[in-house]
């Protein structure tokens, strides 16, 4: 059998990170962990980095501001997977990745590169609206820069964190859902795809040995979970015995309120417009040049939206 590959994980500690660092161990990859000097004395990122240690990983320090610690960091290994923040009400620091290119150049060893992409594919955005679009923008960017390098890679297309929005029942603001009341986008019949985080990480993990997933798009669709705002709340209903009153706001309206935002909020609630008014997830087939997760590894028992839901009883 083929040797796994050496793993390194950029932004371990974050939301999306820690997934992928527990997928990569319980895959059985040799796991490099990076850690930046500039997490100072945070106490939670510390410790979160020692207790990936006591699971196995390897941590490895190193820093953006210095190239030859990135360059020492990919040599030890065959893969790099960045999940560096791309969230503007918490953090956006894609464009840093360029520098994770410039060392994967220099390196010259790596057999794939994951970037942080993990939502929805920046190459259907070209049409995106501002202010959100900067995420679509910079992910290709970064795009640009690693296929002009030569650097083999694979995109992951994860759709939506269901964190996010199956935890707020589709609806910006909110991650818990309620009891008593949802808007709906719309009629709430626009179709989105919610994936559970840990899956998000299995189904990485998985393509980054894979031949069928080198220089393509992989896209999370997970059968059962391809569904409107409607079908997620009426789930949500099924489970609590009761049903929510509704109420239902327009695009035009929807609109008018992210004017009245602050940036951070508008870059979101753009992404969520796009989502839920337009359907940008679902409006497409996945065609040549790319691949779907869920048909490629069949083996993964994914988590169903009702599943994902039960948490929240
Ligand atoms: P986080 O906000 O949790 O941040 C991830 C990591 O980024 C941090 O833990 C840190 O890593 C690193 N980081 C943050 N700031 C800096 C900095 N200044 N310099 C260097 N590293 C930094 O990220 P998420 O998990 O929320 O996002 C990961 C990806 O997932 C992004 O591409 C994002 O767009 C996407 N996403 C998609 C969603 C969807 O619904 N499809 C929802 C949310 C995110 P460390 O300190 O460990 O080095």
Redesign the pocket.
């Known amino acids: 059998m083929a040797m796994k590959s050496k793993v390194l994980i ?8 820690k997934r992928l660092v527990k997928a990569s161990l319980a895959q059985g990859h040799e796991t490099y ?4 000097n ?2 100072g004395v945070d106490i939670e ?1 510390v410790q979160m980095l020692l207790s990936f240690k006591q699971q196995g990983a390897h941590l490895v320090a190193g820093s ?1 501001n210095d190239h030859g610690s990135l360059v020492n960091a990919v040599k030890l290994v065959d893969v790099v997977i960045c ?5 503007h009400i ?2 956006h ?2 464009l ?1 990745q360029l520098k994770l290119v410039d060392a994967i150049k220099e390196a010259g060893n790596l057999k794939r590169f994951l970037p ?5 594919d920046p190459a259907r955005m070209e049409n995106a609206m501002e202010p959100g679009r900067v ?1 679509f923008d910079d ?1 290709m960017v970064v795009r640009r820069a690693i296929e002009e390098a030569g650097i083999p890679f694979t995109y992951v297309s ?4 269901a964190g ?2 199956l935890g707020g029942l589709c609806q910006p603001g909110f991650i818990l859902p309620s009891r008593e009341h949802v808007c709906l986008h719309g009629d709430g019949n626009q179709k989105a795809i919610y994936v559970d985080e840990d899956d998000i990480a299995t189904y990485s993990i998985k393509s980054i040995d894979d031949p069928r997933t080198l220089n393509k798009t992989v896209y999370i669709r997970p059968p059962k979970n391809i569904l409107s705002q409607r079908e997620v709340v009426q789930i949500w209903e099924k489970l609590i015995g009761k049903e929510l009153r509704k109420s239902s706001i327009s695009d035009q309206e929807f609109l008018a309120i992210m004017k009245e935002q602050d940036y951070a909020e508008q870059v979101g609630l753009t992404h969520y417009y796009h989502v839920c008014y337009e359907g940008c997830l679902t409006n497409f087939e996945i065609g040549d040049g790319a691949e779907e997760a869920s048909t490629l590894y069949p083996e993964v028992q994914y988590t169903t939206v009702e599943e994902y839901m039960k948490r929240y009883l």
């Open positions: 950029v932004g371990g500690t974050g939301y999306l990170g962990v990076l850690h930046r500039e997490i990122k953006f999940a560096i923040s791309g969230v918490r953090s620091q894609i840093l942080s992409e993990f939502g929805t995420t992910k994860a759709n939506c964190f996010y929005f």
